[in-house]
């Protein structure tokens, strides 16, 4: 199994990326999929979820009308759209899935052993 997540890199404040995580040795389309993030001196943090078939998306409150998630089965990628970044959104970006759904609560703080799978990460930095 593997969840290799691409895409990072240097941007300025308002800029956008778009960061993709290609799975494989797992079926994809049967699991759910999340976009965590580590910010310098935090805890992992839950950023944003898809369902299968892509029904539902749900966002930490702090991304949202910002970043869109979006997942492609055929291609078996997870994406990020992030627009209008800001300084505080920089950090390391991993994803991961689970079978079934999970939910977060504030403060979202959540782990490599809260998923069935976990990435490599992505380091997102935002800074003039």
């Known amino acids: 199994v593997q969840l290799q997540a691409s895409g990072g890199g240097l941007v300025q404040p308002g800029g956008s990326l778009r960061l993709s995580c290609a799975a494989s040795?797992?079926?994809?389309?049967?699991?759910?999929m999340y976009w965590v993030r580590q910010v310098p001196g935090k805890e992992v943090a839950w950023v944003s979820s898809i369902s299968t078939g892509s029904a539902h998306t749900r966002y930490i409150d702090s991304v949202l009308g910002r970043f869109t998630v979006s997942r492609d089965d055929a291609k078996n990628t997870l994406y990020l759209q992030m627009n209008d970044l800001k300084s505080e959104d920089t950090g390391m970006y991993y994803c991961a899935g689970t079978r079934r759904a999970i939910t977060f609560n504030a403060p979202y703080r959540t782990g490599r052993e809260d998923f069935d799978y976990y990435g490599q990460g992505t380091l997102v930095t935002v800074s003039s």
């Open positions: 040795g797992f079926t994809f389309s049967n699991y759910w």
